[in-house]
Structures are given as structure tokens and as C-alpha cells.
């Protein structure tokens, strides 16, 4: 991209509607629109104050084209940092089209995914971490999927990692200042207080990495697999749960061949629940294939609901060991127990094989996915499970696999760094190790750039933005 050239692009969903909006950026955009607008208090945009908003018509030549609100914001003063305008049409597509033609025969091209926000980071209105947020906030789809990515768009994930890698710095620089006089034998940077400041920043990056198993979830949605024999019940409960006729549920096991997928926010989380093949022998080639894919969907999931038909339940030692043996496949996700059809069986049975579960420390809730009772105990229990309490707190949480691996890299490099300090490695060995750390953070909020990072990030951006 060409960081010169004046761009436009349309900022709001095409198709016809009540205002349209145009976004331009760059060194000319005010005096070009200037050719284009004419305002009724008959001053021209390049005389006029910035972040000042006036009322016009547009015209093509003697043509008028519609009645227009024009924003104007002069550099650095501007969301890009250069000279900027925002023109609201009204939304109807032959409009929409003639305006877009009019400015790009007029030294005017169309924006790239993302150069308005790839602008702003080039010209220190804020770091990448900061404008990845951006793209976040915009396909924010739940409350704390949200208040993430507000949270990081404000700056205090990058607040945070260069306070460090400030300080890591200053040790960095007295090693190398060091090596110039190697020969004298002398120690600028105290290795005692290095050994503080590492273990400061090893505490700060492991809750980092750590709080990405909850950042990842609440962005993406956290996968529930629902499982279990066929006609348990479980596209009964998918039904249910997303209160809608989504899976087709007849009396004849083996109907779901294939994972079912749809997604509900309980509490401002978004959950993703899937309905799976039941689980059994069977000769048929492609219900086979369908539980092969049930296995493949509890490797991935966060939760699994194994669902029981209580009434068709053969001994409670049977189910234990049949649940045991399913959980061993899959220990590193949450198992929950559902006793469905509760409401056909006698309640201290129910109890007994509850408490018969529960003992090997697996969550049981007795539902009735047909009847549409038992699930808001469920619900509540799942929205438990995602710790929003840091978030809620306002502390920090990672959400992009990109910062994520950066700071395990960089948690290794330190890491090493304490290891040398500890074997009493010398200084030139100990810079490597640092810089290698500096780096990994630097490319977090892209103190540390290369162009293909840059086009990756940015070329998944909306054009507009």
C-alpha cells in the first residue's frame, strides 16, 4: 500500500438504507472534497475549523447529487493522524455509486482491508495491540467478548508489557554497555536486582498466558459437546436449550449422523453447543462416520454433557464404569452428567444414581429436555465455569493467539535468562537471551514489525476500517 495516496472507502453495510457513510484519509482529502461540496454557509472545508461537521449539497459539475453532512478532521487531529473526511449520504446505491466514482477520477483510491486503522499505527495514534482491538470490538458479539476488547483497545494490556520491557531495556542496555569494557572486568547492571526483575515478569506473564484459556473462550465461544447412546435425548436438548426445532428428533436411534452446531450467550458468554451422533456399535457405514465425528468434537470441546436416558438405564455400576471409560479418552474437559427424562422415574432412584456419579467428583443435573425442566440449574452451572473475574475486575485478559504465543516465547526467553544468571553465564550470553525477550514482547504492541505480519493482521480487517 502506498501510505501517500488519498483512499476512500464506504464505512457503513452497502445496500440501501436511511445514510451511507464515506471515509476518506490523506494530505488532500479536504481540498478534493472541497471540488465536490458546496456548503451552505458558503465556506470552504480547507478554511474551516477540524472536528467541525457541515451542512452542503454535492454536486458532479452543474449535477446535483443529494444533500450531505460533511465531517471534517485536520492532521494529527484525526483517527488516522492525517486529514480526514466523513461524508453521510443518503443510503440509496446509485448515490452510493456515483459519489464513489466521482472521487476516484479525482486522485482518490479505493481504501485497503484496514489502511485507515494500519494509518493510525503507522503514525503513533496507537500500537497494534490497540488496533487488533479494533477488529475484536467490531465482531464483539457478547458482553465480555466486548468489555475484552474495549479493555484492550484503551491500552492497558500495552501499558503493561512496556512497563516491562521498559525495564527490561534499561538491564539490557547496561549488559551491553558492559561488553564494551570487558576487559576491565566491570558489572553496570546488578545481577541481584535482574533476578528481581525477572521474577516480577515471570509472575505478570504466566497470569497472562494463563488467563487466554478464559480470553479464547469468551472471543470465540466455548465449544459444548452434547453426547451420549442415541435417543438419550440429546437433539431434544439442543432444542431445548436453544428453545427452537434446530435437530430433527424421532423415536429411531441413530438419526443424527452428523454434528449439528448453534451458539446462545447465557450471562454475556457465548456458548457453542453441538449435537452429536450417539455413541454405539453399529454395522451402518454412515452413522459410523457420524460418531467418528462425535469423537473428533469431544477432543476440541471445553465441556461435555454426557446425556443418560435415566428410564432405559440398565444398573448404576454399568454407568459409572460406561462414563468413567468415555471421560478417560477425554480428561481435559469439563464432563457434566444429564439424567434425562427425570420426569418418568422415581425420584429416590434418580438420587441414588446421582449420588453414585457425583462421588467420582462429575457433576450430575437431573433434566428433562422434553418437558424443558432442570435446564436453568444447567445453564447457571456453565456460565460458572467461564472465571469472567478477572475481566470484571479490570485486570487484563488475553484474547488473541498472536500475544499469546509472543508472550510464551518470550516467558521461555526469560526463563533462559534466569538459567545463565544462575549458571553465572557472561554477559554477551545473557544479551542474547534479553534480546530475544524484548523482541517477542516488542512484536505484541509492534514496537517490532516486519510487512508480513502487518498484511496478515491488517488483511483481515473490514475495507472502511
Known sequence: MKMQDNIIALATPSGMGAIAVFRLSGKDVIEITDRFFRSLSGKPLREVEGHTIHFGLLYDGDELIDEVLVSVFKAPRSYTGENAVEISVHASPYIQKRVLEWFLRNNVRMAGPGEFTLRAFINGKMDLAQAEAIADLIAADNKWAHKAALQQLRGGFSKELKALRSRLVEFASLIELELDFAEEDVEFAKRDDLKKLIDEMKTVLRRLIDSFKTGNAIKNGIPVAITGPPNAGKSTL???????????????????????????????????????????????????????????????????????????????????????????????????????????????????????IQNEEIPVFTVSAKQKTGLEPLKEFLVNLVETGDLAAGQTVVTNVRHWEALRKALEAIEQVESGLDAGLSGDLLAVDLRDALNYLGEITGDITTDDLLDHIFGNFCIGK
Open 238 to 356: 439442543l432444542n431445548a436449550l436453544l428453545n427452537e426445532e434446530k435437530a430433527i428428533v424421532t423415536e429411531i436411534p441413530g438419526t443424527t449422523r452428523d454434528a449439528i452446531e448453534d451458539e446462545l450467550i447465557l450471562n454475556g458468554i457465548k456458548f457453542r453447543f453441538i449435537d452429536t451422533a450417539g455413541i454405539r456399535q453399529t454395522g451402518d457405514l454412515i452413522e459410523k462416520m457420524g460418531i467418528e465425528r462425535t469423537f473428533e468434537k469431544m477432543k476440541h470441546a471445553r465441556v461435555i454433557l454426557y446425556l443418560i436416558d435415566i428410564v432405559r438405564n440398565d444398573g448404576e455400576m454399568e454407568l459409572l464404569n460406561e462414563i468413567k471409560k468415555m471421560k478417560s479418552r477425554y480428561p481435559d474437559a469439563r464432563w457434566i452428567v444429564l439424567l434425562n427424562k427425570s420426569d418418568l422415574i422415581d425420584a429416590s432412584r434418580l438420587k441414588k444414581t446421582a449420588d453414585i
